[in-house]
């Protein structure tokens, strides 16, 4: 499953290609993004230990939600996301890929 609530429609061919999911084998759903359901919550740390907080509290979700759960992290810039997706050991999406 992906969520985005900022992905332009112009945008979605190169998403589908980025993550390699054909279109004709997606459901989407477009709909409000406040979920009741859903909870979200803001996690302090301190910024030169971005890395590793944010490593231990995905493998804590991760622990909480197995397979096929996934965590999904979203950051403020495009160099923060290469970075974490590299700490992580993960696939990325931002704004940019397919440029």
Request: with cysteine; glycine share 6%.
């Amino acid at each position: 499953m992906y969520l985005t609530a900022t992905l332009p429609l112009s945008e979605e061919a190169a998403f589908h290609e980025a993550v390699g999911i054909l279109e004709r084998e997606m459901f989407i759903l477009r709909d409000r993004t406040v979920r009741p359901n859903i909870a979200y919550a803001v996690v302090g740390y301190e910024r030169k230990e971005e890395d590793e907080e944010v490593q231990q509290l995905v493998e804590e979700k991760l622990d909480q939600h197995p397979e096929p759960g996934q965590v999904i992290v979203y950051c403020r810039k495009v160099e923060q996301v290469k970075r974490l997706a590299a700490v992580l050991g993960c696939s990325v999406y931002h704004h940019t890929i397919g440029d």
